[in-house]
T-cell receptor, first 112, second 113 residues
């Protein structure tokens, strides 16, 4: 079946540190991945996406890395800030290319 | 530009009562999705629309759930009758097309007593 999971349910970092959130996916045929940030009481917010023809993509303070060999996706946040505290989900486009499959999420806590 | 709009934000009802959620997607987005998110979990797709056509409703419990997107813009998701297990956040998302990134609304938190 298709499933997306995250390695750690929680991650705690100090303000200013770099954060790395990991995700393993199971469908080797997937070709589109998205990272979302969800703050309490809000819907998931699009952060960054990557297609399978790329290994790395950078945004503002965020970088997504895709390792298709081991089916691993990571989100790196540079100089983590308290406002980055949220639940982070990776999502994988399903095999039919019609729906996103979400993992369970990693809760990032940033302390000052 | 306005994002995806949903209402109401919160709804508390007793079991066996009906409830409806409304969504207005981002202007110009042809694809609309309804997801359900249980506490501590990621969103799970209920139904997907391409314009006014429901093209994937395989995960929608059709005995009690229904949805419509009559003019291919805003959409309504209905539950009748609601059960205790329906308590969740119902999220609406839209994308320009099937290949585009999905943008979510704030969700409606449903509590069934």
């Amino acid at each position: 079946g298709e499933s997306v999971g995250l390695h750690l349910p929680t991650l705690s970092v100090q303000e200013g540190d770099n954060s790395i959130i990991n995700c393993a996916y199971s469908n080797s045929a997937s070709d589109y991945f998205i990272w979302y940030k969800q703050e309490s009481g809000k819907g998931p917010q699009f952060i960054i996406d990557i297609r399978s023809n790329m290994d790395k993509r950078q945004g503002q303070r965020v970088t997504v890395l895709l390792n298709k060999t081991v089916k691993h996706l990571s989100l790196q946040i540079a100089a983590t800030q308290p406002g980055d505290s949220a639940v982070y989900f990776c999502a994988e486009m399903n095999q039919a290319g019609t729906a996103l499959i979400f993992g369970k999420g990693t809760t990032l806590s940033v302390s000052s | 530009e306005a994002g995806v709009v949903q209402s109401p934000r919160y709804k508390i009802i007793e079991k066996k009562q009906p409830v409806a959620f409304w969504c207005n997607p981002i202007s110009g987005h042809n694809t609309l999705y309804w997801y359900r998110q249980n506490l501590g979990q990621g969103p799970e797709l209920l139904i997907r629309y391409e314009n006014e056509e429901a093209v994937d409703d395989s995960q929608l419990p059709k005995d009690r759930f229904s949805a419509e997107r009559l003019k291919g813009v805003d959409s309504t998701l209905k539950i009748q009758p609601a059960e205790l297990g329906d308590s969740a956040v119902y999220l609406c998302a839209s994308s320009l097309n099937l290949q585009g990134g999905q943008f979510f609304g704030p969700g409606t938190r449903l509590t069934v007593l």
